[in-house]
């Protein structure tokens, strides 16, 4: 009877100390758990938003709407005509973030600063706005009598895509949808660290730029807690 009582109690023990443990590592788990939720760290912060930003696909931070005039002659038989068209289009600057890659970001911690190097923007386009087309020709024999209105109107189309391109492929549009791309991202990365109340500098470029541009000095600040400001009082 004694030795029954003794392995029942060693057993009850046995059992109850495996239920603290088990207590303990589930406690220590959710610890861990609730610390990176309650205080993640920068980098944490940083992998989600590149992994977000990846599914994005494709970020177009900036549209420009340009015209197109140009004009084409032909001349059949002695004759001669010319035909201007009027094409007004809209090109959209986009940027491949699937193609964004780990080493592209860098949490530099000692200076609180993070470093993004983006894929070149990308002009798609354009789109023709049908309804704002606007055409003028020579008249004459040639048009009514043979095929060269169709001819005209063909390398007009041609010749008007091209001049919108290189419209938006110029210099300055593509500066001004670089830096709008920059800001966009910035804040992509900035919001989440703001959020977590994180100190931060996000400096953005290009492939092919060799330096960062300078940060904006609307730095992210860390928000005081509540023990702080309570510490302050009088």
Known sequence: MRVRRSVGLWVGL??????????????????????????????????????????????????????????????????????????????????????????????AAESKE????????????????MTRIKEYDSGGLLLRLTDAAQTLDAANRRAGQAELLRQARAPIPMSLARDATRRAVAQNFGLPLRAAGMEAAIRVRFAGEKDFPQPSREWITRSRSVEDVYADKP
Do not use: H
């Open 14 to 107: 046995a059992i109850g100390l495996a239920v603290v443990i088990t207590v303990a590592i589930v406690g220590w788990s959710m610890g861990r758990r609730y610390d990176a939720i309650v205080d993640p760290k920068p980098e944490t912060i940083v992998s989600a938003s590149l992994q977000g930003l990846r599914e994005q696909n494709r970020l177009s931070a900036f549209t420009a709407s340009y015209v197109a005039v140009v004009t084409s002659k032909q001349s059949r038989f002695g004759l001669s005509a010319q035909k201007t068209l009027i094409m007004p289009g809209l090109v959209r600057y986009e940027v491949d973030m699937a193609r964004l890659k780990d080493a592209d970001v860098r949490w």
């Open 114 to 129: 993070l470093f993004v190097t983006l894929p070149d923007v990308e002009t798609v386009g354009p789109q023709i706005d």
